[in-house]
């Protein structure tokens, strides 16, 4: 036996030498220490769930009616932990567009030097030139700075202590001294001159930290236990003041300052910790920009910093630097997914290469409904039991009960961010996308719509070019660490009222760096304080923009002519001619969408308001439908923006001349449009993008018009073959009609939408349906009819548990129901009832009983009777 | 002397070792011959410090080979923006196999059948802490997948009832029951396989309809529709509670007897108080029946 025993060792040795290991049935299995949960997945928590003593079963008794009711158990029995539940569900995820960025420039009293008093001149193209030669100077001294930095660190001075600090006012001033008197003559050369050295970018940055935060705040903190320390510290570091200053918005900067307090005086071991700093001050500036609250910010600032230090995050958190580690820990909250908690969970329980965020809106099961029947839109029904019992933890919630668009978004960008790489959730029409970032690139997910905006922005722009135009900027680190230098300084000017070099400075900040969002809104915003009847230098700053932004930046740039410079620009060009060559300036330099489609139509109705008659509207329109039409991406929006000027303007006297001069060119234009294989794809586009414009403006002619089109130029895409249906009596009275569906489309199905025609057509077409509520299919005839019936064909087998209801109305408010259930064979529905109860509308509706019933195609829709001719001529 | 040579050398064919490392995906699978899991270690190979933590005291330290028990594991690394060799590396490992849906965490520890179905997987921060919580639930997998393959062939074996019943004691463990996991090798069998997962399909039930379903139904109606389900049988722990969750849906809505919701969440929660449904009507035992903690665990 021994010698038995002796050689089974010998061979557990060898077969463990060659790299295996023999199991070992000798050896005892570790206890059971975890249990695995039950299907799905095992998750647990960070904070472990009260275990429940299992108790006997308990099977209740048949039933037996009790009417009491159970509303009266819940009374008393909130105890406000639904707090934590958002109502995150909600189909509002589009954010609206902001208004205005008002511009500030603070003034001291000081007297107006009078060579400093106005505008400079419009600049020649050689000044141009010059400018951006200096900025493109300045931008290589930076890249050299900050190479230098990896070896020593950034300059650093230790001229200013705690207590000068304090007397924030004196301290003010003498900076502002010191600037000036080493401005020489306030022209460019002297100021590029100026910024080159450390020394005085330190300087501005010190002087601009006190502006922005004030003096008041500035001595307070300065004389608060750690404050001194804290500014001294930071005051003396530029590449700190870079961090703090120069990374995005600096708003709110008092309170900024207090956050910061906060978290070193918890924390004063860390004040020389570059992930300390980088952590507190990107939160303190966020949350500060956000207007949230301290504890959540310290409870942020924890979670980020601790997570980076034990190497909990993603190695891509390292290499942030401060204006995305912004993305990152001002994280919205988003009603509890920014919560710590969660974040907390997500960062241990869904850790993923960052392209696996992509993908991780998947591990949400898709369901608008809870076993227990109740909706994910009453959030607190949905989920409310099961997190009550899981400690709050809004993502492990869903990802065990599931949810909607809402929830699988927020699970995928909040696992990257809990993980430490930027992402956000942006809304679409009725729809929650998100967007993570890999590499520099910002990659969507669980996006249906070219429409969106982003939940999380620097400038309150939440166009999806802007997303692009932020990543661009700091990605071209020094030129826009150039702009900002000066454009701080132009800044620092204003206060002294140096109003030419001041403006020579923000002008001069654009040139150097034209994606700097900030700079042109302070530009155009101190052209407004002292140059609003300047028209040369508006139409310089107008020129300007278009001739640089906008060649990439198409949504911005036309944000920024909209928003900013049209307003003012605009009455002082009084000369229609002159305008529109303006106008059309723009859209020369735009051939594709850019970064993302985007809504052309704010664009083209600020221009068309500032036109005075039709005759110079209908003129406008020509000539942007001309240039437009030309251009595949934007010819389907041009078309759906005349198509909706019209349908807004349609009381207006000329209206009806307008539209049918607007039918005629657009008709005519499309018609002569050659349909080679090449533009084939983008006419389908164009007809498809315009007759679902022409659906959601219930403009049946228009719908019938563009239907017909697209059946003559691209017969082969439409069915050829005539569904066998046999009528209910009469004749088929919808093919003139207009078809809506209760599906918002998406862009492919957009882009399909002239078969949505066809579906009126015997030959039929493909339509997406839903059926939920009053929502279903509508079909505006073309006159009142005497309808006997209908029939739809689906793609698919009709399901039966439910009975399809028919209803007719007149005006398209009031609806009859004249078939309360209609006759379903296979994939066959249809609709008839008693003949003698004659049915009379103009509207005909399908509907469906009970909950939420999506069909992928419907293949046709007929409603027969006899067109009542004088009806609506009698009205 | 001969017998013992002869023990020590079928022990050896017995123990027929662990392949740490250089095992391919599809070699395991190969090794594994259709009777045994194997284990896939995949881990954030190039971006996570706690996957190079785990990888290295489960794997480079073999921590794990006691919970192993003779089945082969399948190192997996998993990396964010590879070059050419990290993607030939990977490449290497997998064969051209895909990885099986299911993984929602790097490190984990994925255990697939011979025919590369996902399981079950320990990838939850609790279960991957440590080694020995790692190890306890790795095993406690391999145990279940071994004692599930019984109860599927038999249900391969069985029809009518007895097969129902089996088909939902399977699908009582903590591992999935994929549809292929009852494929037989033995081609008269065929049919008899396809029935099983026909039954199996019949068990993945849409708790969803069952909840429209009911929708129309008076409280009495629903109650008593949802007991013959029951009483049918074939179903598993979480579908019961499925089914449950459906009825309290429905009486809470209809404002039925507040006794009879709260005996009706208890029974749910007791069916199996782990999971999530279990925590679910624990909660709305708190939410909805004012159930303090006291009452409810019977004190």
Redesign the interface.
């Known amino acids: 036996m021994l010698r038995f025993i002796i050689l089974v060792a010998m061979a557990m040795v060898v077969f463990a030498g060659a790299g295996y290991i023999i199991y070992p049935f000798l050896f005892p299995l570790p206890a059971k220490q975890v249990a695995v949960e039950p299907k799905p997945e095992p998750v647990v928590s960070d904070q472990k769930p009260e275990v429940v003593e299992p108790v006997k079963p308990d099977k209740p008794k048949p039933v037996v009616k009790d009417d009491t009711p159970v509303d009266d158990v819940d009374e008393g029995v909130d105890d406000g932990k639904e707090d934590t539940v958002s109502n995150i569900e909600s189909t509002d995820f589009m954010p609206a567009e902001s208004g205005l960025t008002e511009q500030f420039f603070q003034e001291d009293d000081v007297p107006v030097d009078p060579a400093q008093a106005s505008l400079p001149p419009v600049y020649s193209n050689p000044q141009v030139q010059d400018a951006r030669r200096m900025g493109d100077q300045l931008a290589r001294a930076l890249e050299q700075e900050e190479k230098n930095s990896r070896r020593k660190g950034y300059f650093k001075s230790t001229d200013l202590t705690a207590a000068q600090w304090a007397d924030a006012i004196t301290l003010r001033q003498a900076l502002i001294d010191k600037i000036l008197s080493k401005l020489g003559q306030f022209d460019q050369q002297s100021m590029m001159a100026f910024l080159q050295d450390p020394a005085n970018r330190l300087d501005l940055a010190r002087l601009t930290l006190i502006n922005k935060a004030g003096t008041a705040k500035v001595s307070e903190i300065a004389k608060s236990s750690l404050g001194g320390r804290l500014l001294e510290t930071m005051g003396g570091d530029l590449g700190w003041m870079y961090g703090l200053l120069y990374s995005g918005p600096a708003v709110n900067m008092d309170k900024t300052l207090d956050y910061m307090n906060a978290i070193f005086m918890r924390n004063s071991e860390e004040l020389n910790n570059p992930l300390a700093r980088r952590v507190a001050t990107t939160t303190a500036l966020e949350f500060a920009r956000e207007g949230w609250n301290e504890s959540d910010m310290l409870e942020r600032f924890s979670y980020y910093f601790n997570s980076a230090r034990s190497g909990q995050l993603n190695a891509i958190f390292d290499t942030l630097h401060y204006w995305d580690t912004r993305l990152v820990t001002g994280c919205m909250p988003n009603g509890g997914w920014g919560g710590v908690k969660s974040l907390q969970w997500q960062r241990d329980n869904v850790r993923l290469p960052v392209q696996g965020y992509l993908d991780a809106c998947n591990q949400i099961q898709y369901r608008l409904r809870n076993a227990a029947g109740d909706t994910v839109f009453s959030t607190s029904d949905y989920i409310g039991p099961y997190l009550r019992k899981n400690g709050g933890i809004l993502a492990l919630a869903y990802r065990e009960i599931g949810g909607v668009c809402g929830a699988c978004s927020h699970y995928g960008a909040y696992g990257a961010l809990a993980a430490g790489i930027p992402a956000m959730t942006m809304g679409e029409p009725g729809h929650c996308a998100y967007t993570v970032r890999v590499g520099d690139k910002w990659e969507k997910s669980y996006t249906i719509y070219w429409q969106r905006g982003m939940h999380k922005t620097f400038w309150k722009e939440h166009e999806w070019d802007f997303l692009e135009l932020m990543q661009a900027l700091y990605t071209d680190e020094f030129k826009t660490l150039a702009s900002d230098q000066v454009l701080a300084l132009g800044d620092v000017l204003s206060t002294q009222r140096k109003v030419k070099a001041a403006a020579t400075c923000y002008e001069n900040s654009v040139i150097i760096q034209p994606l700097n969002w900030m700079c042109w809104l302070r530009y155009a915003g101190y052209l407004g304080k002292y140059g609003k009847e300047n028209k040369a230098k508006w139409k310089e700053i107008h020129d300007l923009s278009v001739d640089t932004l906008a060649r990439k930046y198409h949504a911005a740039a036309a944000t920024l002519l909209r928003k900013y410079i049209y307003p003012t620009l605009l009455p002082l060009v009084t000369n229609a001619k002159e305008r529109n060559k303006m106008y059309a300036s723009f859209f020369s330099v735009c051939d594709t969408h850019g970064t993302n489609r985007w809504d052309i139509a704010n664009l083209l109705n600020a221009q068309i308001r500032s036109l005075k008659d039709d005759k110079e509207k209908l003129d406008f329109m020509k000539t942007t439908l001309r240039t437009l039409m030309s251009k595949p991406d934007y010819a389907p929006g041009a078309l759906s923006w005349g198509m909706d000027f019209l349908s807004a303007n349609s009381s207006s006297s000329s209206s009806e001349e307008m539209s049918e001069d607007f039918y005629k060119l657009v008709i005519g234009a499309l018609s002569r449009a050659r349909v080679t294989s090449k533009e084939a794809d983008e006419t389908w586009r164009t007809l498809g993008e315009a007759i679902s414009t022409a659906s959601d403006n219930s403009d049946r002619r228009a719908f019938q018009a563009i239907g017909k089109l697209a059946q003559r130029k691209f017969r082969k895409k439409f069915p050829r073959t005539k569904f066998a249906v046999r009528s209910t009596g009469g004749r088929l009275i919808s093919e003139t009609g207009l078809i809506q569906t209760a599906v918002t489309l998406s862009e492919s199905e957009r882009y399909d939408a002239c078969l949505h025609w066809g579906v009126l057509q015997k030959t039929g077409g493909v339509i997406p349906g839903k059926f939920e509520g009053k929502a279903g299919l509508k079909v505006e005839l073309e006159r009142t009819s005497e309808i006997t019936g209908a029939v739809c064909v689906l793609g698919e087998k009709a399901r039966t548990d439910r009975p399809f209801v028919l209803e007719v109305s007149e005006d398209g408010q009031n609806w009859n129901v004249v078939c309360p259930s209609a006759q379903v064979q296979g994939s066959t529905i249809t609709f008839t009832w008693d003949s003698k109860k004659a049915a009379v509308g103009r509207f005909v509706r399908m509907t469906r009983e009970g909950d939420k019933y999506e069909v992928k195609k419907i293949l046709g829709f007929f409603v027969y009777g006899k067109q009542l001719r004088n009806r609506d001529k009698d009205k | 002397?001969k017998k013992?040579?002869y023990?020590?050398f079928l022990?050896?064919l017995l123990?027929s070792?662990?392949?740490?490392?250089?095992i391919s995906y599809a070699a395991a699978l190969k090794k594994a011959g259709g009777k045994k899991p194997v284990v896939l270690f995949c881990y954030?190979a190039?971006?996570?410090?706690?996957?190079e933590a785990r990888y290295d005291e489960f794997i480079k330290k073999?921590g794990l080979?006691?919970?192993?028990?003779?089945?082969d594991v399948v190192e997996v690394p998993?990396?964010?923006?590879p070059d050419d060799r990290q993607k030939k590396e990977f490449e290497r490992v997998m064969e051209g196999r895909s990885l099986p849906g299911?993984i929602?965490?790097?490190?984990c520890l994925a255990v697939v059948d011979s025919q590369g179905n996902l399981r079950?997987?320990?990838?939850?921060?609790?279960?991957m802490k440590d080694l020995?919580?790692a190890?306890?639930?790795l095993?406690?997998?391999i145990t279940?997948f071994y004692e599930q393959e019984k109860v599927l062939e038999k249900a391969v074996r069985a029809s009518g009832a007895a097969r129902r019943a089996l088909l939902a004691e399977a699908?009582?463990y903590?591992l999935?029951v994929p549809l292929s996991a009852l494929k037989s090798e033995d081609s008269d069998k065929k049919g008899e396989a396809k029935d099983a997962q026909d039954e199996l399909k019949k068990l993945k039930f849409d708790?969803?309809v069952l909840?429209?379903?009911i929708?129309t139904m008076s409280?009495?109606q629903a109650?008593?529709y949802i007991?013959e389900m029951e009483d049918a049988g074939g179903r598993s722990?979480?579908q019961r509670?499925?089914m449950l969750?459906?009825l309290?849906?429905?009486?809470?809505?209809n404002?039925?007897?507040?006794?009879?919701?709260k005996?009706?969440y208890?029974?749910m929660?007791?069916?199996?108080?782990?999971?999530?449904?279990?925590?679910?009507?624990?909660?709305?035992l708190?939410?909805?029946?004012?159930m303090g903690d006291e009452e409810?665990?019977?004190k």
């Open positions: 002397m013992i040579i023990q020590a022990l050896l123990c070792g662990v392949s740490y490392g250089a954030g190039n971006y996570d410090k706690v996957s073999r080979s006691r919970a192993l028990r003779g089945v998993i990396y964010q923006f299911g929602w965490s790097y490190p079950g997987v320990v990838q939850s921060a609790d279960e020995a919580s190890s306890a639930a095993s406690d997998l279940q699908a009582n903590d999935a708790p969803l909840v429209e379903k929708q409280i009495e109650y008593n007991r722990k979480y509670q499925e969750a459906a309290t849906g429905h009486v809470r809505r404002h039925g007897s507040p006794q009879l919701l005996a009706l208890i029974e929660r007791n069916i199996d108080p782990t999971s999530s449904y279990g925590a679910y009507a624990e909660g709305a708190e939410m909805w029946c004012g409810k665990s019977g």
